[in-house]
Nanobody, 118 residues
Framework: QVQVKESGGGLVQPGGSLRLSCVAS????????LAWYRQAPGKQREFVAIITSEGSTNYADSVKGRFTISRDFAKNTVFLQMNTLEPEDTAVYYC????????????WGQGTQVTVSS
């Protein structure tokens, strides 16, 4: 059974930093595209960042230059380093594992709350 668990959220002042972690178990972590999404109150869940199984990365325009996604295969963990945080970054952040071959498999964590406020 695949399990995905995020951690590292919290309350931070504008301009501050946080590092989110997502640990996956029960599967071969290396096969998946690994992504972060977020959902703010009253809004739809939106894409934040992705690192593909080949190592390519992509970011939402709103976080480019401020957030960095990375992974550690030895720890089955994907990270999201968030710098220069803004109040608009306040949301629940979700980790996502995705693979499309041979069948589509997608797994979500339960989310971790990030609040940016003075």
């Amino acid at each position: 059974q695949v399990q995905v668990k995020e951690s590292g959220g919290g309350l931070v002042q504008p301009g501050g930093s946080l590092r989110l972690s997502c640990v996956a178990s029960g599967t071969d972590f290396r096969m998946y595209d690994l992504a972060w999404y977020r959902q703010a109150p009253g809004k739809q869940r939106e894409f934040v960042a992705i690192i593909t199984s080949e190592g390519s990365t992509n970011y939402a325009d709103s976080v480019k230059g401020r957030f960095t996604i990375s992974r550690d295969f030895a720890k089955n963990t994907v990270f999201l380093q968030m710098n220069t945080l803004e109040p608009e970054d306040t949301a629940v952040y979700y980790c996502n594992l995705y693979i499309g071959i041979p069948t589509v498999q997608r797994y979500w964590g339960q989310g971790t709350q990030v609040t940016v406020s003075s």
